[in-house]
Every structure is written in structure tokens, then in C-alpha cells.
């Protein structure tokens, strides 16, 4: 293979609207033998007026298309600034970016089907229009990657078990890539797997919960529970914490997926409801979300996927592989699991999504497709995807 390596960036914000990561990989090769190597990420944050908007915006508030509109474009830019910040912190020339693969910012993402004037319709949209990040940085772009995929019949997502089928598969241990972003999703990758056998699905809420009580109950001033400080210091409330257990999300039967849509606003109107009727303090409930969101993650391996399939390793990426209770309360309920930081395996926890959308660019880009059927529920093989060539120099 004497393909000469291209220096890829991946952007990728998910639903947490914290901000913008953003990876730089070097890759050559096809699969099964594509060589990646993550050379540096960072992150870049949102400007407050722009993440109050996206939050107003995918909680499903009314919106004109012109604010619309506007959204995208104003996000586009802050995306190519992104990417131009990135390159400075890395200091590499943007002329010297072969490609950015930009996964934008969803704001509404419907897998499944419903009626919709007349006809069975499914349709997702990230913002953060790709087609204006080539003028600035002079980068060729990918985006909009869902959409190949629903026009086969798929969900759209998840689209990052295809690049935790190349970084992850092996041939001695199942494994299990879990992200702990707004909400939790997990990629079952089971011994010696082909691609076929990979499934994945969401397990429930990651950091979507716990942010928004902790940004509550601080009025703002903090919008995450920055290494558990604050559920460290609540008590353990079992008989509330069962009574999240018993969320209806959790008995589906996956392909299943979730987002702001259900466990936004209202979710977490019903939480302070339970914590009023448990006589719960705002520590209390912030550490009843935490635990949560860890055993609604053991809820679904236990449920879904152990019975099937031995895994020896459970792989945490996103930023809630930063908060030690998450993963404290994962090792001590899934006995016989190795749980392990993804930085453990060669992957910093919060490059992993960027770096994941650098590969599926990477992929599109030589024309191949990167969708898994199994996991998206797709017909067959799609290429993601829509090219936006950098103007001629
Ligand atoms: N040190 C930390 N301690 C606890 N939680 C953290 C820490 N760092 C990040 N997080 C959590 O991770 C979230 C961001 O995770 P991220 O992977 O960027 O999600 P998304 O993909 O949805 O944007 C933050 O909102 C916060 O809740
Ligand atoms: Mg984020």
C-alpha cells in the first residue's frame, strides 16, 4: 500500500451542544487495512446566544425558516472557524487538510418512519451548513451524512459503529464501544466480528439529565458536574433510583434510538416531581441521575446483548467517561467486564466522535460506503454523505 497518507479533520458536536470537537488523523489504506493514526483534537466552544438557540431549537420551540435558516449558516461559520482554530493549535496549514468530514449539529433526527402529509416519512438535519466551511479554510468538506442512509430505508444513525468496527473489532474478546455524550449509545462488537454481526443502539440519557439539573439547581452558573462533585456529596435514594429504572425506553427492543426529544425538558420536570415526592435535595437528584445513567447502560447489556454475546471489554468514550462515579458504578455492576477509558486503547475520550467523522469522510471520499445495515437498519451499503469542493486555487 503506497497510497500517500491524508491529513483528514473530523468535527463532530453531538447533544450536549457543549461546542465543537474537532480531530486531526492521518489515513491511508482501505478497509480492512485502513491505517489511521489520531495526531491531535481539540475543542472549540459555542458562543452562548448561538447554544441557547440550538437548545430552543431542538427541543422542538417554533421556529420561522428564516431563523432557520440563519442557524445554519451562522453555525457553518462557526464550524470553518473551528476548523482554522484547530489547525493553529495543531500547527499544521490548513492548504496542507486534504478533507474535513463535518457532522454539523442535528437539531431534529427522525429514524423511524411516521405519517407525514399522506406518506411514510423519516428525515434528519444537521446544521451547520458544510457547503460554506470550503471558502474560508480551503478545505474540500464532507457533510450531511445521515441522509444516504435513510433514502435506503435506514435510521440514519448510529453512523460511528462502522469506524468502532475498524478501531475496535477482535479477534480474541467481544467488545462494547460505549459513548457517554447527551445520551448513551453502544456498539456491540462481538468476538472476532464481521461487519454484519456489529449492532448497536441507544441505552438511554449519558450527560442530557445531569447537565440540566446541575444547570438548574445553579441557576446557570454550572452546566455539568465536573468530575461528580456535586452526586459525590448526595445520598443514594434506592427506592428513587428504581423508579427511574423503570422508564418504558429501557424495555424496548433495540434498534432503538433517543435524544432531546424525549428525555429533554419534560423528562426532567418529571424527575424534580419524583425528587419532591422522595423529599430528594438537588445533590440527591443529580446523584440519582448519574447512577441512572450508568445502570440504564448495565440495564441494556443485561437485557439485550449478554445473553447473546460474551464481552470481555467495555470501551467509554465522550465526556461522561470523565465523571468517576459513571464509571465506577459501570465496573462494580458488570462483573467479569473490563471497563476501560477509550484513551486506554489509543483514543482520548473526547476525540473519538471527531475522529470518528475524519474516517467516514475518509471513506466517502473514495467513493465507499461506511454505513453498517446491521446497526442502521439500511437495505444495504450506502455512501454518506455530500461533497463540497474548496474553490480553485
Ligand atoms: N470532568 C467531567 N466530569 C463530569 N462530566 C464531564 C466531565 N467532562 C465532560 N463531562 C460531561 O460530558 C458532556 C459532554 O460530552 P460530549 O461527549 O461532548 O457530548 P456530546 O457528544 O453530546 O456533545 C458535558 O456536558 C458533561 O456533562
Ligand atoms: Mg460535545
Known amino acids: 500500500m503506497n497510497e500517500k497518507p491524508m491529513p483528514v479533520l473530523g468535527m463532530m458536536s453531538g447533544t450536549s451542544a457543549d461546542g465543537i470537537d474537532v480531530a486531526l488523523a492521518r489515513i491511508s489504506g482501505a478497509p480492512p487495512n485502513l491505517n489511521a493514526k489520531l495526531l491531535g483534537h481539540t475543542s472549540v466552544k459555542f458562543p452562548g446566544a448561538v447554544r441557547k438557540e440550538i437548545f430552543r431549537v431542538a427541543e422542538q420551540h417554533p421556529v420561522t425558516a428564516g431563523a432557520l435558516s440563519q442557524l445554519n449558516f451562522r453555525l457553518g461559520e462557526v464550524f470553518a472557524e473551528a476548523a482554522i482554530a484547530a489547525c493553529r493549535k495543531f500547527r499544521i496549514a490548513p492548504k496542507k487538510i486534504a478533507l474535513i468530514g463535518s457532522h454539523g449539529q442535528t437539531i431534529f433526527h427522525q429514524g423511524k418512519t411516521v405519517n407525514f402529509l399522506g406518506r411514510p416519512t423519516a428525515s434528519t438535519l444537521q446544521t451547520g451548513e458544510p457547503a460554506i466551511i470550503p471558502a474560508p479554510t480551503s478545505i474540500t468538506t464532507v457533510g450531511d451524512f445521515r441522509p444516504a442512509d435513510i433514502a435506503l430505508g435506514g435510521q440514519g444513525a448510529p453512523l460511528v459503529p462502522y469506524v468502532d468496527y475498524l478501531l475496535y473489532r477482535h479477534p480474541k474478546f467481544g467488545r462494547v464501544s460505549l459513548n457517554l455524550g447527551g445520551i448513551a449509545n453502544i456498539t456491540i462488537l462481538p468476538r472476532a466480528t464481521k461487519p454484519q454481526q456489529v449492532f448497536a443502539f441507544d441505552t438511554g440519557p449519558a450527560n442530557m439529565l445531569i447537565d440540566a439539573l446541575v444547570s438548574r439547581f445553579t441557576r446557570g452558573r454550572r452546566r455539568f458536574d465536573e468530575n461528580a462533585r456535586l452526586a459525590s456529596q448526595g445520598r443514594s435514594l434506592p427506592v428513587l433510583l428504581d423508579d427511574l429504572l423503570r422508564d418504558p425506553y429501557l424495555q424496548?427492543?433495540?434498534?432503538?434510538?433517543?435524544?432531546?426529544?424525549?428525555?429533554?425538558?419534560?423528562?426532567?420536570?418529571?424527575?424534580?416531581?419524583?425528587?419532591?415526592?422522595?423529599?430528594?435535595?438537588?445533590?440527591?437528584?443529580?446523584?440519582?441521575?448519574?447512577?441512572?445513567?450508568?445502570?440504564?447502560?448495565?440495564?441494556?447489556?443485561?437485557?439485550?446483548?449478554?445473553?447473546?454475546?460474551?464481552?470481555?471489554?467495555?470501551?467509554?468514550?465522550?465526556?461522561?467517561?470523565?465523571?468517576?462515579?459513571?464509571?465506577?458504578?459501570?465496573?462494580?455492576?458488570?462483573?467479569?467486564?473490563?471497563v476501560l477509558p477509550s484513551s486506554r486503547?489509543?483514543?482520548?475520550?473526547?476525540?473519538?466522535?471527531?475522529?470518528?467523522?475524519?474516517?467516514?469522510?475518509?471513506?466517502?471520499?473514495?467513493?465507499?460506503?461506511?454505513?453498517?445495515?446491521?446497526?442502521?437498519?439500511?437495505?444495504?451499503?450506502?455512501?454518506?454523505?455530500k461533497i463540497s469542493y474548496a474553490p480553485p486555487s
Open 345 to 385: 486503547l489509543g483514543v482520548p475520550e473526547d476525540a473519538k466522535e471527531a475522529y470518528a467523522f475524519a474516517l467516514l469522510a475518509y471513506e466517502t471520499f473514495h467513493q465507499r460506503p461506511a454505513n453498517l445495515p446491521s446497526a442502521t437498519g439500511a437495505g444495504g451499503p450506502a455512501i454518506l454523505g
Open 252 to 338: 424496548l427492543a433495540p434498534p432503538k434510538s433517543t435524544g432531546r426529544e424525549y428525555y429533554g425538558h419534560a423528562y426532567v420536570k418529571k424527575i424534580l416531581a419524583l425528587g419532591r415526592r422522595h423529599r430528594a435535595g438537588p445533590n440527591d437528584l443529580i446523584r440519582a441521575a448519574t447512577l441512572f445513567t450508568a445502570l440504564s447502560v448495565v440495564d441494556a447489556l443485561n437485557r439485550f446483548v449478554l445473553p447473546k454475546t460474551q464481552i470481555h471489554q467495555l470501551i467509554v468514550s465522550g465526556g461522561g467517561a470523565h465523571n468517576p462515579l459513571i464509571l465506577a458504578q459501570l465496573s462494580a455492576a458488570l462483573p467479569g467486564v473490563e
